[in-house]
């Protein structure tokens, strides 16, 4: 291998084999290193099993001890003074770390785990430890990076992956895949995640970065993606509590799920069809419109908040929302956008009525505000919606043609 950064090679090189001194000296001392036992079954044949050693969570478990040595202290500072690393420096590996704490987990135990599960422990093997950092150099010096952040996801389950648009995408969670990179990843999963029907899904942000770019902003874009799904299937979603990020398949950092999309309102789970799958993603794409109009950000922002209130807030978030949404004389406005007949226009009309009477608002105006803001969202032009609508109320014009909602 062209080794592109010989300071660098020789420094974590020298890192990586005091380190496995030590974690042999530990085996030594009467350490148990922890072993998997696994079939692998071959057709017309008979089983194979494997004992494989646990090094990740072996390392893991020795993190503290290891980023203490003076080995790691003079790795921490040739990649601190390397350009390429920078990104790895401002990774969110723990609660508020410092640049050596996120250097030390992406980087330097990173290449450690990567060496010492190619050699099954902890003799040392210079073929191994070459192919860990070609990888490594690789990711620090390529011309571009993969980021992706994952949470799970509950209140909804899906039988194929569905792409949302802009790299997000909802599918099911593989089995092992978080705790994988993140060991503590199972005490920060939802309770019952993996094994109850609608507990099974994550939901994946995977972006590609250019030299000096900066990650995304997955909380806010995961939480984007959760306000769309709610929308398009009034089903009881949530993300988080965490989410789990990695940089060019290197653990990056665990962070915390936007509150309002982290809890889990009330509601009957339900399975994301190929029809209200489109309708997530077209709202996904168009929930932007929000920045530029500030009535369609705080009647989206109501709505959102009244899932999880009880009375007599509840019924006073849906009137704010539409009133934001749609002007003073939303009860008729939403009428004629949604009724597809006149009987129909007359029921949403009666129960909007009672709303803005003060009585707690019934199913059927909960799910009319849902849908005005699915609407609205995909008309594009809340204000010329608003003119739009009362050109129908004064017979100048049809009501607008409306996609069908779920």
Same mark, same amino acid.
């Given at each position: 291998?062209?080794?592109? /950064?010989?300071?660098?090679?020789?420094?974590?090189?020298?890192?990586?084999?005091? @380190?496995?001194v030590f974690l042999g000296r530990a085996l030594e001392e009467g350490d148990d290193l922890p072993f998997s036992f696994e079939e692998h079954l071959q057709r017309g044949g008979p089983s194979l099993y494997e004992y494989r050693p646990l090094v990740r969570s072996f390392v893991q478990s020795r993190a503290s001890a290891l980023a203490g040595r003076e080995d790691a202290r003079i790795a921490l500072e040739e990649l601190l003074r390397e350009p390429a690393a920078a +990104?790895?420096?401002?990774?969110?590996?723990?609660?508020?770390?410092?640049?050596?704490?996120?250097?030390?987990?992406?980087?330097?135990?990173s290449l450690l785990i990567a060496t010492a599960e190619a050699c099954g422990g902890f003799d040392w093997d210079d073929i191994a430890f070459e192919r860990a950092y070609a990888e490594l150099e690789g990711s620090l010096f390529g011309d571009a990076r993969a980021y992706a952040a994952v949470a799970p996801l509950v209140g909804i389950s899906v039988v194929?992956?569905?792409?949302?648009?802009?790299? +997000?995408?909802?599918?099911?969670?593989?089995? $092992?895949?978080?705790?994988?990179? #993140?060991?503590?990843?199972?005490?920060?999963?939802?309770?019952?995640f993996g094994r109850e029907v609608d507990r099974y899904c994550v939901l994946e942000l995977e972006r590609g970065l250019e030299p000096g770019d900066e990650p995304p902003d997955a909380p806010a874009e995961l939480a984007d993606a959760v306000s769309a799904i709610r929308l398009a299937t009034a089903a009881p979603v949530a993300?988080?509590?965490?989410?789990?990020?990695?940089?060019?398949?290197?653990?990056?950092? +665990?962070?915390?799920?936007l509150p309002i999309a982290a809890t889990q309102p009330p509601g009957e789970a339900t399975r994301l069809d190929s029809f209200r799958a489109e309708l997530a993603c077209d709202l996904l794409s168009r929930l932007g419109l929000a920045d530029g109009d500030a009535a369609l950000a705080e009647a989206l922002d109501r709505w959102?908040?009244?899932?999880?209130?009880?009375?007599?807030?509840?019924?006073?978030?849906?009137?704010?929302?539409? @009133?934001?949404?749609? $002007?003073?004389? #939303?009860?008729?406005?939403? @009428?004629?956008?949604?009724?597809? /007949?006149?009987?129909?226009?007359?029921? +949403?009309?009666a129960s909007l009525r009672a709303l803005a009477g003060?009585?707690?608002?019934? @199913?059927?105006a909960e799910d009319t505000v849902r849908r005005a803001l699915v609407e609205t969202l995909r008309h594009g032009d809340r204000a010329a919606l608003v003119r739009s609508l009362d050109e129908t109320l004064l017979g100048l014009r049809s009501a607008p043609r409306l996609a069908r909602t779920a």
């Open positions: 291998m062209a080794v592109r /950064a010989p300071h660098l090679h020789l420094t974590l090189r020298a890192f990586c084999l005091g @380190a496995f +990104i790895f420096a401002r990774a969110h590996a723990g609660p508020k770390p410092t640049e050596e704490q996120a250097l030390f987990r992406t980087v330097l135990l194929t992956q569905v792409e949302l648009g802009g790299g +997000i995408r909802m599918r099911a969670a593989a089995t $092992g895949e978080l705790a994988h990179h #993140w060991p503590e990843a199972q005490g920060l999963l939802p309770p019952g993300a988080g509590p965490v989410l789990f990020e990695r940089l060019d398949w290197r653990p990056f950092g +665990i962070r915390p799920v959102e908040l009244s899932l999880f209130q009880n009375e007599p807030f509840r019924s006073e978030q849906l009137r704010g929302s539409l @009133a934001g949404l749609l $002007g003073e004389t #939303w009860e008729l406005r939403a @009428a004629v956008l949604l009724g597809n /007949a006149s009987e129909e226009r007359r029921a +949403i009309h003060g009585e707690p608002a019934s @199913a059927r």
